[in-house]
Protein backbone atom coordinates (compact mmCIF):
# COMPACT_ATOMS: atom_id res chain seq x y z
CA UNK A 1 0.00 0.00 0.00
CA UNK A 2 2.74 2.18 0.82
CA UNK A 3 4.04 2.08 -2.77
CA UNK A 4 0.78 2.25 -4.21
CA UNK A 5 0.11 5.53 -2.28
CA UNK A 6 3.70 6.95 -3.51
CA UNK A 7 3.32 6.45 -7.03
CA UNK A 8 -0.74 7.95 -6.78
CA UNK A 9 0.95 10.94 -5.22
CA UNK A 10 3.31 11.57 -8.15
CA UNK A 11 1.02 10.70 -10.61
CA UNK A 12 -1.45 13.50 -8.93
CA UNK A 13 1.30 16.32 -8.65
CA UNK A 14 4.04 15.71 -11.52
CA UNK A 15 3.27 19.38 -12.74
CA UNK A 16 3.99 20.40 -9.46
CA UNK A 17 6.82 18.26 -8.71
CA UNK A 18 8.51 18.80 -12.01
CA UNK A 19 8.22 22.25 -11.32
CA UNK A 20 9.85 22.28 -7.85
CA UNK A 21 12.68 20.03 -8.73
CA UNK A 22 13.30 21.65 -12.37
CA UNK A 23 15.59 24.43 -11.47
CA UNK A 24 17.49 22.65 -8.77
CA UNK A 25 21.51 22.94 -9.79
CA UNK A 26 22.55 19.15 -9.46
CA UNK A 27 26.42 20.16 -11.43
CA UNK A 28 27.92 18.43 -8.27
CA UNK A 29 26.29 15.74 -8.50
CA UNK A 30 26.94 15.22 -12.30
CA UNK A 31 30.32 15.64 -11.31
CA UNK A 32 30.87 13.12 -8.94
CA UNK A 33 29.05 10.70 -11.00
CA UNK A 34 30.97 11.61 -13.94
CA UNK A 35 34.33 11.28 -12.37
CA UNK A 36 33.18 7.87 -11.03
CA UNK A 37 32.05 6.36 -14.34
CA UNK A 38 34.29 3.42 -15.64
CA UNK A 39 35.89 5.16 -19.05
CA UNK A 40 38.32 2.39 -19.37
CA UNK A 41 34.95 0.11 -20.65
CA UNK A 42 34.41 2.69 -23.49
CA UNK A 43 31.12 4.31 -24.38
CA UNK A 44 28.96 4.60 -21.58
CA UNK A 45 25.54 3.36 -21.45
CA UNK A 46 23.55 5.03 -18.30
CA UNK A 47 20.29 3.54 -16.52
CA UNK A 48 18.47 5.97 -15.09
CA UNK A 49 16.15 4.40 -12.21
CA UNK A 50 13.25 6.38 -11.58
CA UNK A 51 14.12 9.41 -13.80
CA UNK A 52 11.18 11.50 -12.60
CA UNK A 53 10.74 14.58 -15.17
CA UNK A 54 13.75 13.35 -17.36
CA UNK A 55 15.73 16.39 -16.38
CA UNK A 56 19.38 14.08 -15.34
CA UNK A 57 18.66 11.59 -18.45
CA UNK A 58 18.56 14.79 -20.60
CA UNK A 59 21.87 16.15 -19.58
CA UNK A 60 23.86 12.83 -19.86
CA UNK A 61 22.50 12.20 -22.95
CA UNK A 62 22.52 15.46 -24.40
CA UNK A 63 25.53 17.43 -22.77
CA UNK A 64 27.91 14.37 -22.60
CA UNK A 65 26.18 12.13 -25.38
CA UNK A 66 26.04 9.01 -23.57
CA UNK A 67 23.10 6.22 -23.93
CA UNK A 68 20.74 6.58 -21.61
CA UNK A 69 17.78 4.27 -20.60
CA UNK A 70 15.39 5.96 -18.35
CA UNK A 71 12.64 4.44 -16.45
CA UNK A 72 9.95 5.60 -14.29
CA UNK A 73 6.76 3.87 -12.58
CA UNK A 74 4.61 7.21 -13.55
CA UNK A 75 3.63 7.07 -16.90
CA UNK A 76 3.01 11.14 -16.64
CA UNK A 77 6.52 11.16 -15.99
CA UNK A 78 7.86 9.42 -19.20
CA UNK A 79 5.29 11.79 -21.11
CA UNK A 80 6.57 14.98 -20.12
CA UNK A 81 10.07 13.72 -20.66
CA UNK A 82 9.12 12.46 -24.40
CA UNK A 83 7.30 15.88 -24.97
CA UNK A 84 9.90 18.23 -23.46
CA UNK A 85 12.99 16.77 -24.02
CA UNK A 86 12.26 15.16 -27.41
CA UNK A 87 11.17 10.95 -27.54
CA UNK A 88 14.28 9.85 -29.62
CA UNK A 89 17.27 11.22 -27.20
CA UNK A 90 16.69 9.05 -24.64
CA UNK A 91 15.38 5.34 -24.59
CA UNK A 92 12.28 6.53 -22.08
CA UNK A 93 10.17 3.47 -20.46
CA UNK A 94 7.51 3.63 -18.09
CA UNK A 95 8.54 0.28 -15.56
CA UNK A 96 8.26 -0.38 -11.95
CA UNK A 97 11.11 -1.38 -9.98
CA UNK A 98 9.36 -5.18 -9.77
CA UNK A 99 9.96 -4.93 -13.73
CA UNK A 100 13.09 -4.47 -13.77
CA UNK A 101 14.21 -8.53 -13.96
CA UNK A 102 12.28 -8.93 -16.69
CA UNK A 103 14.61 -6.99 -18.61
CA UNK A 104 17.45 -8.33 -20.59
CA UNK A 105 19.49 -5.98 -19.02
CA UNK A 106 22.00 -8.37 -17.94
CA UNK A 107 25.62 -6.58 -17.57
CA UNK A 108 24.39 -3.67 -20.43
CA UNK A 109 25.49 -0.92 -18.30
CA UNK A 110 28.10 0.83 -16.95
CA UNK A 111 26.24 2.53 -14.37
CA UNK A 112 23.32 3.31 -12.98
CA UNK A 113 21.72 6.78 -11.76
CA UNK A 114 19.14 6.45 -8.79
CA UNK A 115 19.07 10.22 -7.28
CA UNK A 116 16.26 10.27 -4.25
CA UNK A 117 14.40 7.40 -5.63
CA UNK A 118 15.51 4.36 -4.39
CA UNK A 119 14.12 6.11 -0.61
CA UNK A 120 10.80 5.37 -1.49
CA UNK A 121 11.53 1.22 -1.03
CA UNK A 122 10.97 -0.19 2.32
CA UNK A 123 14.20 -1.28 3.98
CA UNK A 124 13.25 -4.72 3.74
CA UNK A 125 13.08 -5.13 0.02
CA UNK A 126 15.96 -2.74 -0.86
CA UNK A 127 18.66 -5.69 -1.16
CA UNK A 128 16.80 -7.78 -3.42
CA UNK A 129 16.15 -4.84 -5.97
CA UNK A 130 20.29 -3.37 -5.25
CA UNK A 131 20.72 -7.08 -6.13
CA UNK A 132 18.56 -6.52 -9.57
CA UNK A 133 20.48 -3.08 -10.60
CA UNK A 134 23.41 -4.82 -9.85
CA UNK A 135 22.77 -7.62 -11.75
CA UNK A 136 22.49 -4.93 -14.74
CA UNK A 137 26.20 -3.55 -14.65
CA UNK A 138 28.90 -4.86 -16.30
CA UNK A 139 32.10 -5.48 -14.13
CA UNK A 140 33.66 -2.34 -12.91
CA UNK A 141 30.51 -0.40 -13.15
CA UNK A 142 29.02 1.96 -10.85
CA UNK A 143 25.54 3.05 -9.06
CA UNK A 144 24.89 5.84 -7.46
CA UNK A 145 22.33 6.61 -5.21
CA UNK A 146 20.70 9.20 -2.78
CA UNK A 147 18.62 8.82 0.64
CA UNK A 148 17.58 11.75 3.34
CA UNK A 149 19.89 10.65 5.72
CA UNK A 150 17.62 8.90 8.97
CA UNK A 151 17.61 6.03 10.70
CA UNK A 152 13.50 5.33 10.39
CA UNK A 153 11.10 4.32 7.96
CA UNK A 154 7.74 7.04 7.53
CA UNK A 155 5.05 8.25 5.47
CA UNK A 156 4.85 11.80 4.94
CA UNK A 157 2.07 14.41 5.16
CA UNK A 158 1.65 13.30 1.12
CA UNK A 159 1.00 9.56 1.45
CA UNK A 160 4.72 9.31 0.15
CA UNK A 161 6.60 6.25 1.71
CA UNK A 162 10.40 7.44 2.39
CA UNK A 163 13.27 4.56 4.09
CA UNK A 164 15.49 6.30 5.10
CA UNK A 165 19.18 5.42 5.34
CA UNK A 166 22.61 6.62 7.25
CA UNK A 167 25.77 5.03 7.31
CA UNK A 168 25.22 2.05 9.63
CA UNK A 169 21.66 1.32 7.33
CA UNK A 170 23.64 1.20 4.42
CA UNK A 171 26.43 -1.30 5.78
CA UNK A 172 23.91 -3.66 7.04
CA UNK A 173 22.15 -3.06 3.62
CA UNK A 174 25.37 -3.40 1.40
CA UNK A 175 26.47 -6.55 3.74
CA UNK A 176 22.74 -8.19 3.08
CA UNK A 177 23.63 -8.41 -0.89
CA UNK A 178 24.46 -11.08 -2.84
CA UNK A 179 25.83 -9.31 -5.48
CA UNK A 180 28.66 -7.73 -3.37
CA UNK A 181 30.05 -4.32 -4.49
CA UNK A 182 34.32 -4.31 -4.72
CA UNK A 183 34.16 -0.86 -2.86
CA UNK A 184 32.17 2.20 -1.79
CA UNK A 185 31.87 5.66 -1.45
CA UNK A 186 29.62 8.04 0.47
CA UNK A 187 29.40 11.27 1.31
CA UNK A 188 26.48 13.50 3.10
CA UNK A 189 25.48 16.90 1.54
CA UNK A 190 22.56 19.43 2.67
CA UNK A 191 19.27 19.63 0.48
CA UNK A 192 19.65 21.58 -2.61
CA UNK A 193 15.77 22.76 -2.32
CA UNK A 194 15.19 26.24 -1.27
CA UNK A 195 13.89 26.48 2.28
CA UNK A 196 14.88 23.03 2.77
CA UNK A 197 17.43 21.59 5.79
CA UNK A 198 17.01 17.81 5.37
CA UNK A 199 20.69 16.26 5.40
CA UNK A 200 21.36 13.44 2.43
CA UNK A 201 23.44 10.53 2.10
CA UNK A 202 24.93 9.82 -1.10
CA UNK A 203 26.76 6.63 -2.45
CA UNK A 204 28.03 4.88 -5.09
CA UNK A 205 28.25 1.34 -5.47
CA UNK A 206 31.18 -0.33 -7.82
CA UNK A 207 30.48 -3.74 -8.95
Known amino acids: MTQESTLSY ?7 YIEQTKSINMTPFYDWFIESLPFHLGPQRILDVGCGS ?3 SFYFASKLAMKVTAIDANPLFI ?4 H ?8 WM ?5 DIDNQPWQQQFTAIWA ?6 VPFAQLPK ?7 TLKSDGILYASFKHGDSERIDEHGRFFCDINEE ?15 YEIWNTKDLRQQQQQPWLNVILRT
Open 10 to 16: YQANTED
Open 54 to 56: GRD
Open 79 to 82: EHAK
Open 84 to 91: HYGADIVD
Open 94 to 98: TLSFE
Open 115 to 120: SASLLH
Open 129 to 135: LLDSLLS
Open 169 to 183: RLAQLISSLTHMPEE
